[in-house]
């Protein structure tokens, strides 16, 4: 299995999917960022089945920002419509940095409040210029404070 595909039982259900190394000078809080797109059919739908890796994920999606506590178990999400997500694989102690008691976030999702970074991703998302993910990874690293 390739590196970028880790932890996706089915990579080839995804619809768009991109993962993106960290700039150095933030690799001591992120394992890699994540980013699926995906604009379906209406009435389509696509279940993404995850293997868990025993780590916090910081996710940016359209209507809010969640911090997603380490799982015990597979998870599913299904897609449908169009949509996209940012997401930081979080190193430990950039977990504990964002959420005080990381063992109650077990299996859950907390939400954060971030406005500036909310927008600053959506924009780098709506970007029609599709320049790579390389300027979307940039947004969510400049708006957060690892």
Not at 31 to 56: K, M, N, T, V
Not at 109 to 131: F, H, I, K, Y
């Amino acid at each position: 299995m390739e590196q970028h595909q880790r932890g996706v039982l089915y990579p080839q259900r995804l619809p768009e999917f991109h993962r993106e190394a960290p700039r150095p000078g933030i690799a001591h809080a992120v394992s890699w960022f994540w980013i699926p797109e995906w604009d379906l059919a209406p009435g389509e739908e696509s279940r993404q089945q995850i293997l868990p890796l025993p780590a916090c994920n910081l996710v940016v999606e359209p209507d809010g920002i969640t911090v997603v506590g380490p799982p015990t178990r597979r998870s599913e999400r299904v897609l449908s419509g169009r949509g996209w997500a940012v997401g930081a694989l979080l190193r430990p102690a950039a977990a504990a940095a964002l959420i005080r008691d990381l063992g109650a976030l077990n299996d859950t999702a907390q939400r954060v409040e971030a406005p500036g970074l909310l927008r600053t991703v959506s924009a780098a998302m709506s970007d029609p210029a599709r320049d790579g993910y390389g300027r979307r990874v940039a947004a969510i690293e400049a708006a957060s404070q690892w």
